[in-house]
């Protein structure tokens, strides 16, 4: 299993288990981190620009509470905290598995960094 820790800078930190609902685009970010973003908020959705053009694998039109998706119109990294659905499909790679009310004190263009947890 692959873990990721997601920093909010100042603020505190959420583990997050990533998944095989999307395995092509979840290992392409794997390989990616660390990535670092500033916060930008969507209902209760915290994403950030991501500087990878991937391509949809399967998409999906709703989330819950926790999901961790790539979005291809942006693209962003998301990370749903509460009842909020995509604003248009997104591609699910993990679940925030501590710490998911840390993106209920997130603010506008806080830094976010996820990195690979070491196991």
């Given at each position: 299993?692959?873990?990721?820790i ?6 505190g930190?959420?583990l997050?288990?990533?998944?095989e609902?999307?395995p092509?685009?979840r290992?392409a ?5 660390p990535i670092?973003?500033?916060a ?13 053009k991937?391509k949809?694998?399967n998409p ?11 979005w291809?119109p942006?693209?962003?990294l998301?990370i ?16 925030v598995?501590?710490?998911l009310?840390?993106f209920e004190?997130?603010s ?8 690979k947890?070491?196991?």
């Amino acid at each position: 299993m692959k873990a990721i820790i997601i920093e909010v800078y100042g603020k505190g930190s959420a583990l997050a288990e990533l998944d095989e609902r999307n395995p092509i685009i979840r290992e392409a970010i794997w390989q990616a981190l660390p990535i670092e973003g500033r916060a930008i908020l969507w209902g209760e959705e915290v994403y950030f620009d991501l500087d990878m053009k991937l391509k949809d694998e399967n998409p999906s039109a709703s989330s819950e509470a926790g999901d961790i998706c790539y979005w291809s119109p942006g693209p962003a990294l998301c990370i749903f905290f509460g009842q909020t659905q995509p604003y248009s499909r997104v591609n699910h790679i993990g679940k925030v598995v501590q710490g998911l009310d840390l993106f209920e004190r997130i603010s506008a263009a806080d830094r976010i960094v996820l990195r690979k947890k070491e196991l």
